[in-house]
C-alpha cells in the first residue's frame, strides 16, 4: 500500500482477476482542497499504468470518502422520506378511529345529551366536554406509542449492538402530535353532539 499521511484515504479498488496483485490502495491527499486534483491525478496514473487507451473505461474503482458519504445521505434520505410515509398515514387512520370512537360515543349519549342540554347545558360546554375526550383518547394512545417505541428501540439497539440514544425532542413531537390528531378529529363528533336538538335526541331510543 501507498500511503501519504494526513487527510482521510481515498480508496481504490481494481476489478481485474489477476493473481498476486494489488487489490485496494489507501492514498492520503495533503489537504481537503486537494482531494478532487489528487483523485484525478491517481485516476491518470492507474490508467496510464493500465496502458487504457482514451475512451475505454477504467478497470478500477476510485471513490473518496465524501462521494461515500453522499450516497450514504441520499439513502438516507429516502429511507427518512417513506418513514415519513408511513407514519403520516399512520396518523391518518388513528385519527378516523378516535373520530369513529367519538361518533359512537355520542350515538349512545344521545340521551344524556338531550336531558343536559334541557336543564340548559350549552352547546358550547358539550362540544368542550366531547373534544376534550377525544383528546385524551389521543394522548393516551400517544404515550402508550411512545412506550412501545422506546422500549422497541432499546431492544432491538441491545439485541444488534448498536447504541440507542433516546431525546427528548422526539418525544415531545410525538405528544404534540397527538394532541393536534385528537383536536382535528374531534372536533366533528363534538360539534355533532354539541348541536343535537333537545327534544330530538330525548325521543332517541
Same mark, same amino acid.
Given at each position: ?101 367519538? /361518533? #359512537? *360515543? +355520542? ?5 344524556? &345529551?338531550? @336531558? ?7 352547546? %358550547? ?10 383528546? /385524551? #383518547? *389521543? +394522548? ?5 406509542? &411512545?412506550? @412501545? ?7 432491538? %439497539? ?22 393536534? @390528531? ?24
Amino acid at each position: 500500500p501507498i500511503r501519504i499521511p494526513m487527510m482521510p484515504p481515498i480508496t481504490l479498488t481494481s476489478t481485474a482477476s489477476i493473481k498476486n496483485c494489488i487489490s485496494t490502495l489507501n492514498i492520503a491527499a495533503k489537504s481537503s482542497n486537494t482531494i478532487n486534483l489528487a483523485q484525478a491525478e491517481v485516476t491518470q496514473t492507474l490508467r496510464n499504468d493500465q496502458r487504457l487507451a482514451p475512451g475505454v473505461a477504467n478497470n478500477f474503482t476510485v471513490a473518496n470518502q465524501a462521494s461515500v458519504l453522499s450516497s450514504f445521505q441520499s439513502i438516507m434520505g429516502v429511507l427518512s422520506a417513506l418513514l415519513a410515509s408511513v407514519a403520516g398515514i399512520s396518523l391518518l387512520v388513528g385519527g378516523i378511529g378516535i373520530m369513529n370512537i367519538m /361518533l #359512537v *360515543s +355520542v350515538t349512545e349519549r344521545t340521551r344524556e &345529551i338531550g @336531558i343536559r342540554k334541557a336543564i340548559g347545558a350549552r352547546s %358550547g360546554t358539550i362540544m368542550m366536554q366531547f373534544l376534550i375526550e377525544a383528546v /385524551l #383518547v *389521543s +394522548v393516551i394512545g400517544g404515550i402508550i406509542g &411512545i412506550l @412501545i417505541g422506546g422500549g422497541g428501540a432499546e431492544i432491538v %439497539g441491545q439485541a444488534m449492538g448498536i447504541g440507542n440514544v433516546l431525546t427528548v425532542q422526539p418525544i415531545l413531537l410525538s405528544f404534540l402530535f397527538s394532541l393536534i @390528531i385528537g383536536t382535528v378529529f374531534g372536533v366533528y363528533p363534538a360539534r355533532k353532539a354539541a348541536y343535537l336538538q333537545p327534544i330530538e335526541a330525548l325521543r332517541y331510543e
